[in-house]
């Protein structure tokens, strides 16, 4: 399934993530994740179901801050993150992975599609 990866130097690229596989979506974060969501992501997509999944443990680890990560949470998120959506429970990829790419390629300034 495609989705949108963003990294913590400013890379966006469409990766591959299995959302059944929670060792995937681990492996494309670099470990343990949690689901981030706000009310200024809900506005920015025009969808309440568009979240972030983000290393849990990132600000422990001491990666670098993520500063598109950063600015859609209006907090600190460190490390590299990729989108999804909330269906009921489960994670799923995101519909339209290019348009979210798209969107965000053309609002954070200094983002660059690899």
């Known amino acids: 399934m495609k989705t949108v990866k963003v990294t913590t130097d400013n890379k966006i690229s469409i990766i591959?993530?299995?959302?059944?596989?929670?060792?995937s979506i681990q492996q494309a974060i670099g470990g343990h994740f949690e689901t981030v969501h706000t009310q200024l992501m809900t506005d920015y997509f025009k969808?309440?179901?568009?979240?972030?999944l983000v290393d849990e443990e990132g600000l422990i680890k001491e990666l670098p801050l993520n500063?598109?990560?950063s600015a859609l949470?209006?907090?600190r998120i460190a490390?590299?993150?990729?989108?999804a959506q909330a269906q009921g429970e489960d994670i799923i990829a995101p519909d339209n992975?290019?348009?979210l790419k798209d969107k965000l390629l053309h609002t954070?300034?200094?983002?660059?599609?690899?």
Not at 79 to 83: A, P, Q, R, V
């Open 108 to 114: 954070f300034i200094g983002l660059s599609e690899v």
């Open 97 to 99: 992975p290019e348009a």
């Open 79 to 83: 490390g590299d993150l990729i989108f």
């Open 67 to 69: 500063p598109v990560g």
């Open 16 to 23: 591959d993530v299995d959302f059944d596989d929670f060792r």
């Open 73 to 75: 949470y209006q907090g």
């Open 47 to 52: 969808d309440p179901s568009v979240i972030m």
